[in-house]
């Protein structure tokens, strides 16, 4: 079964900082892997996707994410972060067959002027 | 020009009513999904249609029932509400299974 693990449930950052979020995925094929942001009281975003290819994918909003299967992790990075990033950060792992998105628990991003 | 549409955006209800939620995509997608996002923000897939299909059926209980009309359109039917079935309810569409899935902005439902 796919799984997925956010290790950090809050971050603060300060505006201007950069931003690194984690996630680390267990999947048994090659996986579909996917950032999502959720601002409050709104639906979820897609920031990003990696299907195949090169492992460095670029997203919306400034943000990048690096698949590394020797690591089982495709963590999201971000290098000047701005207040309006404050969100809730979703990394989300699909099967093959049927899409059957499986979300990491989140990681709340606040941050200080 | 909303993508995903949902309706209504918070719902207030009894324990024991029965209740909808309707979803509405405008992207031409073949396949549609419900989550259900708890107070801890969990998000958990529930079901999923492909062309008014269903191909994905999470161990939801039975008063949960989807109903997909047509291709844009993937409803909700909850009967007998409790009050753990408070929650965000998501509906998402992708253009099929291997593609991306885009969400509508949630439908806060409380059981009182």
């Known amino acids: 079964a796919q799984s997925v693990t956010q290790p950090d449930i809050h971050i603060t950052v300060s505006e201007g900082a950069s931003l690194e979020l984690r996630c680390n995925y267990s999947y048994g094929a090659t996986p579909y892997l996917f950032w999502y942001v959720q601002s409050p009281g709104q639906g979820l975003q897609l920031l990003l996707k990696?299907?195949?290819?090169?492992?460095l994918v670029q997203g919306i909003k400034g943000f990048e994410a690096e698949f590394k299967r020797s690591q089982s992790s495709f963590n999201l990075r971000k290098p000047s972060v701005h207040w309006s990033d404050a969100a809730e950060y979703f990394c989300?792992?699909?099967?093959?067959?049927?899409?059957?998105?499986?979300f990491g628990g989140g990681t709340r991003v606040l941050v200080k002027p | 020009d909303t993508a995903v549409s949902q309706t209504p955006k918070y719902l207030v209800t009894q324990m024991g009513n029965d209740k909808s939620i309707k979803c509405e995509q405008n992207l031409g997608h073949d396949t549609m999904y419900w989550y259900k996002q708890d107070s801890k923000k969990f998000l958990k897939i529930m079901f999923s249609?492909?062309?008014?299909?269903?191909?994905i059926n999470e161990t939801v209980p039975n008063r949960f029932s989807p109903k997909s009309p047509d291709k844009a359109h993937l409803n909700l039917h909850i009967n007998s509400l409790e009050l753990g079935d408070s929650a965000v309810y998501f509906c998402?569409?992708?253009?099929?299974?291997?593609?991306?899935?885009?969400f509508g902005p949630g439908t806060r439902l409380t059981v009182t």
């Open positions: 989300a792992v699909g099967a093959a067959a049927g899409n059957k998105l499986t």
């Open positions: 249609y492909n062309n008014k299909e269903l191909i």
């Open positions: 990696y299907f195949s290819g090169d492992t």
């Open positions: 998402a569409s992708s253009p099929d299974y291997r593609y991306e899935q885009y």
